[in-house]
Antibody, heavy 123, light 113 residues
Framework: QVQLVESGGGVVQPGRSLRLSCAAD????????MHWVRQAPGKGLEWVAV????????WFSDSVRGRFVISRDNSRNTVSLEMHSLRVEDTAIFYC????????????????WGHGTVVTVSS | DIVMTQSPDSLAVSLGGRATINCKSS????????????LAWYQQKPGQSPRLLIS???TRESGVPERFSGSGSGTDFTLSISSLQAEDVAVYYC?????????FGQGTKVEIK
């Protein structure tokens, strides 16, 4: 069964760091760009970051650029999101998702999503 | 950034009725080199993660019921549910994957009248 499983969420104080992981099961991530998408409580979907299939190309939303780092370990079939200088407004469910094709330009829809991991930033 | 604007924000439709959701992009998402619209529709049921329903503006994913259909080109798109079922209660999002950042519409909540 093709699935993505996120982990690493929790409650953290503002200014601290947290590392999320996304493990793929039933497929190998080497052929896919991998994305992180978040959803604040009661709000819509916000794209956060993407990493290309070989890890050479990475893009971030303006709201997290300079604070978040995305990486992947194709040998372990996992993707990670390191979040630094966390803010209250980063509180959200974080989903990882896969897509084929391009990263910075025209690409593909997100055809597999994880169940999400909850990040709460609060003092 | 490409801004995606959906309308309405919510709608209530009778069981068996037709639901229509509109999505407008701030610039065209039609790629001239392949004549494809880089536009997707997702369904998110309460407490669940999003599910891809339609890609390339009108291509239904495997397993998606035929009552879901997508149309439109360039900057104006529509998701239609031809005969609303109870299990279709959800929030629906459009998304462009024409460029980065990949942006979503604000969502449209579909309920039963």
């Amino acid at each position: 069964q093709v699935q993505l499983v996120e982990s690493g969420g929790g409650v953290v104080q503002p200014g601290r760091s947290l590392r999320l992981s996304c493990a793929a099961d039933g497929f190998t991530i080497t052929s896919y760009a991998m994305h992180w998408v978040r959803q604040a409580p009661g709000k819509g979907l916000e794209w956060v970051a993407v990493i290309s299939s070989d890890g050479s190309d990475k893009w971030f939303s303006d709201s997290v650029r300079g604070r978040f780092v995305i990486s992947r370990d194709n040998s372990r079939n996992t993707v990670s999101l390191e979040m630094h200088s966390l803010r209250v407004e980063d509180t959200a469910i974080f989903y990882c998702a896969r897509s084929t094709m391009g990263v910075s330009a025209a690409g593909a829809a997100f055809d597999v999503w994880g169940h999400g991991t909850v990040v709460t930033v609060s003092s | 950034d490409i801004v995606m604007t959906q309308s309405p924000d919510s709608l209530a439709v009778s069981l068996g009725g037709r639901a229509t959701i509109n999505c407008k992009s701030s610039q065209s998402v039609l790629f001239s080199s392949d004549n494809k619209n880089y536009l997707a529709w997702y369904q998110q049921k309460p407490g669940q993660s999003p599910r891809l329903l339609i890609s390339w503006a009108s291509t239904r994913e495997s397993g998606v019921p035929e009552r879901f259909s997508g149309s439109g080109s360039g900057t104006d798109f529509t998701l239609s549910i031809s005969s609303l079922q109870a299990e279709d209660v959800a929030v629906y999002y459009c998304q462009q994957y024409y460029n980065t950042p990949r942006t979503f519409g604000q969502g449209t909540k579909v309920e039963i009248k």
